[in-house]
C-alpha cells in the first residue's frame, strides 16, 4: 500500500484527478461516508473508463472496508466495481508497481465480498436498496470471477442489459443482439441453482447473489451469455462471450 503523502499520488490520474483527496477524507473519517465512497468511485469509473489511480485506491479501500460495518462495506463494495472492470479493457503489465497495488487490492478485498455474500440474512441487505443490491452483484463479479465478464456486464447496462455485440470469425456480426428475441443462433444454458457456499462456477454464484437482490434485469440474460451461439453463416459454434470479445478487438 503506498502512502497518501508519496509523489506518485500527483501523477496519478482520475476523472477529477483528485482522487487522492476523496481518499484522504474516507480515511480520516472526514465528510459523509456514503457521499464521499461515491464521489470517489465515479472518480475512478467515470465511462467504465480505467484510470491509474484506481490501482493505487484499492488497497486503501480494501483496509477500510474492514473497519466498516456489513451495509456500508456493501455500498463500498457496489461502488468500486466498475472501476475494478474496467482495468479489463487495459490490462496493467505484471511486474509494474500499480500491477502490484491492483493485485493487493483484489486479494484483501475478496475475502470481504466472499464473506458478506455468505453472510446470514445479506438477501435482506441487498434487497432493502434493490439497485446497491444489484451492483454489489456486478462488483463481485468483477472482484471475485472474470473481469472481463464483468466489464462486458457493464457495458451492457447500456442497453438495460437486453442486447449485446456478437461475431463471428468468418465475418459475420450482429451489433445489436436482442437477447429478449431469443435468437436462433444462440444456445442457453441452464444455469443452477447457487449453494450460498461455493464460488466455483462464476455463472452460478453471479446468478445466486442477483437473485439474492432480487434483480430481473440482468438474471434473464445469463444463461445467453454463459451459453454458446452458432454461426448464422458459416454454422461454426464459439462461446458466447468468445463471440463478444471478437467483436471489440475487431472494431
Not at 116 to 136: H, M, S, V, W
Not at 180 to 192: I, M, N, Q
Request: charged share 20%; glycine share 6%; proline share 5%.
Amino acid at each position: 500500500m503506498v502512502d497518501l503523502h508519496a509523489p506518485v499520488w500527483q501523477t496519478l490520474t482520475s476523472a477529477g484527478n483528485d482522487a487522492d483527496k476523496w481518499l484522504r477524507c474516507l480515511m480520516n473519517g472526514e465528510g459523509d461516508l456514503y457521499e464521499t465512497i461515491e464521489i470517489l468511485a465515479e472518480n475512478l469509473s467515470h465511462q467504465l473508463s480505467y484510470y491509474s489511480a484506481t490501482a493505487y485506491v484499492l488497497p486503501h479501500l480494501a483496509a477500510l472496508c474492514q473497519r466498516l460495518s456489513d451495509k456500508e462495506q456493501v455500498f463500498l463494495i457496489a461502488q468500486i466495481g466498475a472501476a475494478i472492470a474496467a482495468e479489463a479493457d487495459c490490462p496493467l503489465s505484471p511486474g509494474t508497481e500499480a500491477f502490484r497495488e491492483f493485485e493487493e487490492g483484489l486479494t484483501r478485498l475478496r475475502p470481504q465480498v466472499r464473506r458478506l455474500a455468505t453472510a446470514p440474512g445479506i438477501a435482506d441487505l441487498l434487497r432493502k436498496e434493490p439497485e446497491i443490491g444489484q451492483q454489489f452483484a456486478l462488483s463481485a463479479l468483477a472482484i471475485l470471477g472474470d473481469r472481463k465478464h464483468a466489464f462486458a456486464i457493464y457495458l451492457m447496462s447500456g442497453s438495460c442489459w437486453e442486447e449485446a455485440a456478437a461475431a463471428c470469425c468468418c465475418g459475420w456480426n450482429d451489433e445489436t443482439c436482442c437477447f429478449a428475441e431469443e435468437p436462433d443462433f444462440l444456445e442457453p444454458v441452464t444455469v443452477d441453482d447457487w449453494d450460498a457456499a461455493s464460488f466455483s462456477a462464476e455463472a452460478v454464484w453471479f446468478q445466486g447473489l442477483l437473485t439474492l437482490a432480487g434483480d430481473e434485469e440482468i438474471s434473464p440474460i445469463l444463461p445467453y451469455v454463459y451459453g454458446s451461439g452458432i454461426c448464422p453463416e458459416c454454422g461454426r459454434r464459439e462461446p458466447y462471450w468468445t463471440w463478444f470479445d471478437r467483436f471489440y478487438q475487431d472494431c
